[in-house]
């Protein structure tokens, strides 16, 4: 088992990917909502069409850029309270090393 101390992380590459994980949920919010306000609207009008269809790409680029902005803070914490407490300790299996243990403990039973 290997040991490796996380002692802090690349904030922008950590606000890229929240970035992307809230577009999805964006995209989600937008099916679903569209989807009841498609259920309970009686008469399509343009007006309403419009801005659905504006909301259906607003909504998710929206949701992004909160995400973005989240990711940076949370990364920015994350930092901080890393230097804080001095790292954190990861543990990694080597199944590798751990099948030379393995054996060694089977030849040394022997």
Known sequence: MRVLN?????????????????????LFVVLVYGAIGAA??????????????????????????IGFVAGLVGGLLLNLSLSVIKGL???FD????????????EVQTS
């Open 6 to 26: 996380l002692r802090k992380i690349d904030v922008v590459k950590l606000g890229i990917l929240s970035a992307i994980f809230y577009f999805i949920l964006g």
């Open 40 to 65: 309970f609207v009686s008469r399509w009008r343009p007006p309403i069409i419009a801005l659905g269809a504006v909301l259906i790409v607003f909504i998710p680029i929206f949701y992004g850029i």
């Open 89 to 91: 300790p990861i543990y």
């Open 94 to 105: 080597d199944e590798k090393t751990e099948q030379i243990k393995e054996e060694k403990n």
